[in-house]
């Protein structure tokens, strides 16, 4: 665990590092950026996971040429830079995500997000934390974070949206459930504001990416949250989906709000 948070903590310090008034920004065919940044990120936790852990398979957002699905038993799914479109507009709210899947479920989780100082970790099963990061990748304490109860009827609730990804059925889904605030986020920020108890929900009934999704995943599921897609079943991850796309899913941080 600790090596694999210092190697997300180092993919971080290099997308820091990047000069963003002067990186190269190119486009991917699906009509995506990648910038200097995000293959800075991707080369350094692919050369620390052959070098920690050389037996299993990665799939990467930038190397998603060389997959070869379906994935049995574990691998490791990774985006290294989460957020491109908040890093190029010069936000903080971009991430480093690695979770480790076994049998299509994410069961360990680590969001790094290297502008805000902050690493989120997660083991299903074994709770979730929040560390302190330095710019120069050195990691802080570890203090216990969980997801809260859903507030009672008649109380605000915080609905956790896409800065930058809005979709029409999102808010509708929000709209039909009386009493939300919105907070706007970037990138699997959304994810670690549920897991340490500072949203209740964030719904995305449009189609992602299962590098955007699944150490934020794994991450609330260890808080105690729960994640599901729009009818309440749970998630695969690393099968033979096309494009390793995920249509929907909903985050949860009170289980008992979910279908």
């Known amino acids: 665990m600790d090596a694999l948070t210092a190697l997300v903590a180092k993919a971080g310090t290099a997308v820091l590092s990047v000069k963003r008034d002067r990186m190269t920004i190119g486009g991917k065919a699906d009509g995506s ?30 190397r ?65 934390q929040r560390l302190a990061v330095a710019p120069d990748s050195d990691v802080g304490g570890a203090e216990p974070i969980a997801t809260r109860p859903f507030p009672g009827r008649g109380c605000q609730w ?55 999704v699944a150490a934020g995943h794994a991450l609330v599921a260890a808080a105690g949250g729960k994640i599901t897609d729009g009818r309440g079943a749970p998630l695969r991850f690393g099968e033979s989906r096309e494009g390793f796309l995920v249509p929907e899913f909903i985050a949860w941080g009170d289980p008992s709000a979910a279908p």
């Open 33 to 62: 950026p990648v910038t200097d940044a995000d293959l800075a990120s991707d080369r350094i936790i692919a050369e620390g996971l052959a070098r920690l852990c050389p037996d299993i398979p990665v799939l990467s957002e930038e």
């Open 158 to 212: 915080i609905a956790a949206v896409s800065r930058s990804h809005g979709d029409s059925r999102s808010n509708a889904f929000i709209d039909s459930r009386p009493g939300a605030v919105r907070k706007p986020l970037g990138s699997a920020v959304k994810f670690c504001r549920i897991a340490e108890g500072g949203a209740d929900i964030y719904p995305r009934l449009a189609p992602t990416s299962e590098w955007d």
């Open 64 to 128: 998603v040429h060389l997959a070869t699905p379906p994935y049995v038993g574990s691998f490791f799914l990774i985006d290294p830079l989460d957020g491109t479109k908040e890093f190029i507009a010069g936000r903080d709210e971009f991430t480093v995500n690695l979770a480790i899947v076994t049998d299509g479920v994410p069961l360990f989780g680590i969001v790094g997000a290297p502008a805000l100082g902050s690493i989120w970790r997660g083991l299903v099963g074994h709770g979730a």
